[in-house]
């Protein structure tokens, strides 16, 4: 165990590498097919690389790193490109994705992203969200937002019909930053009906939520 985290320690002279080719991998909800990556074990790192397989309606590629350094947090890097993804299976099958971005509960269609996160692991590789910074972007196809709660009680305090209906958001490309517990996202473009909006903030890994709409009523 390490002696900060109590979590693996990867030995400092194991040099083990490992290339895999499976033609389905089933790991909880997920399901994946034409699974091929490698797969490095040593010098106190884990590391995954060259990872595509398909899945969730289109085409994962990813790779990802876990390293144990002596007297250090144990910590992790990880990248993905998703494409054409549907929004209901990731919602269901990826517990980061429900972390980041909760709004895919309440939106139909499918998406590509691609994202860059790093940060420290706690007990049981936990997450220290605290620590956690990452890039990326957020490129809906075809994307319909229903009955998003907020959204709701904003059509209705503002009177605004088209906002407690189905909100259609086509296709859009959006940039976000994940900082301090925050995923911060740009101003961006939305049309509900006949009203024009200008959304941007940031909402946290807890549920905090912080935008702010320009719009003409």
């Given at each position: 165990p390490s002696e900060i985290t109590d979590n693996p320690n990867i030995p400092a002279n194991l040099n083990i590498l490992i290339e895999a080719?499976?033609?389905q991998l089933i790991f909880g909800n997920l399901s994946l097919k034409e699974v091929k990556g490698l797969l490095r074990l040593g010098n106190n790192l884990v590391s995954l690389e060259d990872f595509t397989a398909r899945g969730l309606g289109g085409q994962i590629q990813l790779s990802g790193s876990y390293s144990s350094p002596k007297s250090k947090p144990a910590a992790f890097a990880f990248y993905y490109d998703l494409?054409?993804?549907d929004f209901q299976e990731s919602f269901k099958s990826l517990n980061t994705?429900?972390?980041l971005f909760p709004i895919g509960k309440y939106v139909a269609g499918s998406y590509s992203s691609n994202l860059f996160l790093s940060g420290n692991l706690?007990?049981?590789l936990v997450p220290d969200t605290r620590s956690m910074e990452g890039k990326g972007y957020l490129e809906?196809?075809?994307a319909i937002v229903t009955d998003l709660?907020?959204?709701n009680e904003l059509g209705k305090q503002l009177n605004i019909r088209a906002?407690?209906?189905s909100v259609n958001i086509g296709s859009s490309k959006n940039w976000f930053e994940l900082r301090e517990g925050f995923v911060e996202v740009p101003d961006f473009h939305l049309q509900a009906g006949q009203t024009d909006m200008v959304v941007g903030g940031r909402h946290g890994i807890d549920q905090r939520l912080d935008y702010t709409i320009q719009t003409a009523i």
């Open positions: 080719g499976l033609e494409q054409k993804i994705f429900r972390v706690g007990k049981g809906t196809h075809n709660p907020i959204l906002l407690q209906q």
